[in-house]
């Protein structure tokens, strides 16, 4: 997210009454975007991209690199759709649902641990929910490694989802 939506993001939050706000890690806050501070209400999904083939779902530092790897993988004829998950709670599962219900697949892309995590849950309601019966593949999750989270920088970047596992999750799910 860039600098100013997140600041007007953080400002919003500050001013509801049970707004709730978990910062990732600050490289994930580094932007050279503009930098207006502007108030407005809480998107809770923005659609990046709108795309036919496949939805990929991220938050936080993951959507830029499902942005990065839905252009990629358009050079080879894959079109990605890509939801910015802005809010976590409340979740807006019906345009998730949606969006799958036109693509009939999906990815679920986050950097915790695969355990409880946002892609679980996303998981869970889809398979509860009416888009289940749309997908034409399993739902495949890309998450960081199940380790403690390393100190050293270049550890930590091979814990985390990279562009190229996100491109391999797509093709696994796509069989291409």
């Avoid at 802005?86 to 641990?113: A, H, Q, Y």
Wanted: aromatic letters at 4%; glycine letters at 8%; hydrophobic letters at 45%.
């Amino acid at each position: 997210m860039a600098a100013g939506p997140l600041r007007g993001f953080v400002r919003c939050v500050w001013r509801l009454e049970a707004g709730r706000l978990s910062a990732p890690p600050q490289r994930g806050f580094r932007s050279s975007g503009p930098a207006a501070v502007q108030v407005r209400e809480v998107e809770r999904i923005v659609k990046e991209r709108l795309r036919t083939h496949i939805t990929l779902a991220a938050h936080s530092r993951s959507v830029g690199h499902c942005l990065e790897a839905a252009a990629v993988l358009a050079k080879d004829g894959v079109e990605c759709e890509v939801i910015n998950l802005r809010s976590i709670r409340p979740l807006d599962i019906e345009t998730i649902e949606t969006s799958i219900m036109k693509t009939n697949n999906f990815v679920t892309v986050e950097g915790g641990w695969p355990q409880f995590g946002v892609g679980a849950e996303i998981c869970a309601r889809i398979m509860e929910g009416p888009a289940f019966n749309h997908l034409d593949a399993p739902v495949v999750r890309v998450t960081g490694a199940d380790v403690p989270m390393p100190y050293a920088k270049i550890l930590e970047e091979n814990c985390i989802p990279q562009v190229k596992d996100i491109i391999v999750a797509v093709k696994k799910t796509l069989n291409v």
